[in-house]
C-alpha cells in the first residue's frame, strides 16, 4: 500500500486541528518591526503568553533602546510567563541590536515596500531571528506565502512520523506550502502552531495524545511517555528503605532496652566499689575506736609486765643481798686459824 502524499496527510492535519483549536490572526496595527519582536516572543508559546509578554516589554520599559541595553536576565524577569524565558530574552535583545546596528533606529518599514525575495533575505541576515520569526514576519506583514515552524510544532509533527530527523534539524519542511494552500496558510500556520504550543507545554498530557492520535492511530507507541521505570525502581526502593529503617528502629530500641539494666548492673558495681574502696564515716569512727581499743589494751598489758619486771628485780636484789651475807660469814669462819 502506497504512503500517502504530504499533501494528504497536512490536509488531515488540518482537518483534525481545526476541532480542537480557533484561528488566531495577527494584529495588523504592528509595524514590521513590531511582527519581528512579537514573533521573538510567540516562538514555542501560546498566543495569550506572547501578548502578555509583548505588553510587558511596552510597559516596564521607556522604549526599545532602553531594552536592547538591558541585559538578558533583566528580560528573563519580563518574560517569566513565556515557557523559556531565557531562550526568548536571547532572541529579543539580539533582534533589537542587529536592527539598531543596520539602521540606527527600530524601523523596517522600507522591507515592506520591497519586493518579497530581497525582503525575506534581509531579515534572514538579522542576527537573531529563526526560522520561524522570519515567516512569521512574511505571513503577516509582508503579504508572503509561508507557515512558521517551531520546535513545538516540529516535535509533534515528529511523533506522526510527518517529518524526518534531517527536516527538525533544520527547523524546515521541504514543500508544506506546496501541500497548503495560500488562502490556508495564515489559519493552518495559526493552528499548527498551537499544537506545537501544547507540545512544549506539556508532551505528556492526554489530550495531545488524543489529538496525535487523531492525526495518526499507528503513533501510540511513539508517544512521548514519562520514565516509569526509574519511578518505578525509586518507589520499589523507598519502601525497603521504609523497612530497613524500622528495622533499624526497632533492633536500635531493643540494643537500647537490652542495654539499659546492663548499664544499672555497672552502675551498681560502681559504686559497690566505691564504697568498699573508701568507707564511710561510720566505718571511720569504727575504725578509729577499734584502734582507740587496742592501744589501750596494748596500754594496759605493757603496765603488768612494767609492774612484773620491777618485783622480779627486787627479788634479784634480795637475793643477791642474802648470798652476800653468807659468804662474808664463812669467809671469816675459814681465814680463823686453829688454835
Not at 531579515?123 to 507557515?147: C, E, M, N, R, W
Request: hydrophobic fraction near 35%; glycine fraction near 8%.
Amino acid at each position: 500500500m502506497a504512503s500517502p502524499s504530504r499533501s494528504t496527510q497536512f490536509n488531515t492535519v488540518h482537518k483534525v486541528l481545526k476541532k480542537h483549536f480557533q484561528t488566531v490572526a495577527p494584529d495588523a496595527n504592528r509595524t514590521v518591526f513590531e511582527q519581528l519582536v512579537f514573533a521573538s516572543c510567540l516562538e514555542d508559546a501560546h498566543y495569550d503568553r506572547a501578548e502578555e509578554a509583548f505588553a510587558a516589554l511596552e510597559h516596564n520599559f521607556f522604549d526599545w533602546n532602553e531594552i536592547r541595553v538591558s541585559t538578558v536576565r533583566e528580560l528573563c524577569d519580563v518574560f517569566a510567563c513565556l515557557p523559556q524565558p531565557p531562550a526568548a530574552a536571547n532572541r529579543v535583545k539580539r533582534v533589537l541590536q542587529s536592527v539598531f546596528e543596520s539602521t540606527y533606529s527600530f524601523d523596517l518599514e522600507e522591507l515592506s515596500k520591497q519586493n518579497l525575495g530581497p525582503a525575506v533575505e534581509h531579515l534572514k541576515k538579522l542576527d537573531g531571528t529563526s526560522p520561524f520569526a522570519v515567516a512569521y514576519v512574511t505571513q503577516a506583514s509582508l503579504g508572503g506565502h509561508a507557515i512558521p515552524i517551531d520546535a513545538g510544532a516540529l516535535g509533534a509533527l515528529r511523533v506522526v512520523e510527518m517529518v524526518s530527523e534531517e527536516e527538525v534539524e533544520a527547523q524546515t519542511i521541504r514543500g508544506m506550502e506546496r501541500a497548503i494552500a495560500k488562502s490556508k496558510g495564515l489559519e493552518f500556520g495559526s493552528l499548527l502552531h498551537q499544537l506545537g504550543a501544547e507540545f512544549i507545554a506539556d508532551p505528556y498530557a492526554s489530550r495531545l495524545h488524543q489529538i496525535l492520535l487523531e492525526i495518526e492511530p499507528k503513533a501510540r507507541g511513539r508517544l512521548p511517555k514519562r520514565r516509569a521505570r526509574k519511578r518505578s525502581a525509586a518507589s520499589s526502593e523507598s519502601p525497603k528503605r521504609k523497612s530497613g529503617a524500622k528495622k533499624g528502629g526497632r533492633q536500635a530500641g531493643d540494643e537500647a532496652s537490652e542495654e539499659a539494666p546492663r548499664a544499672k548492673q555497672k552502675r551498681a558495681q560502681g559504686k559497690k566499689k566505691q564504697a568498699e574502696d573508701k568507707p564511710s564515716g561510720s566505718a571511720k569512727k569504727a575504725t578509729e575506736n577499734t584502734a582507740e581499743t587496742s592501744g589501750k589494751q596494748d596500754s594496759a598489758g605493757e603496765e603488768p609486765a612494767a609492774k612484773k619486771k620491777a618485783t622480779a628485780s627486787k627479788k634479784k636484789t634480795a637475793a643477791g643481798k642474802k648470798g652476800g651475807a653468807g659468804k662474808s660469814s664463812s669467809a671469816g669462819l675459814s681465814k680463823r686459824k686453829p688454835r
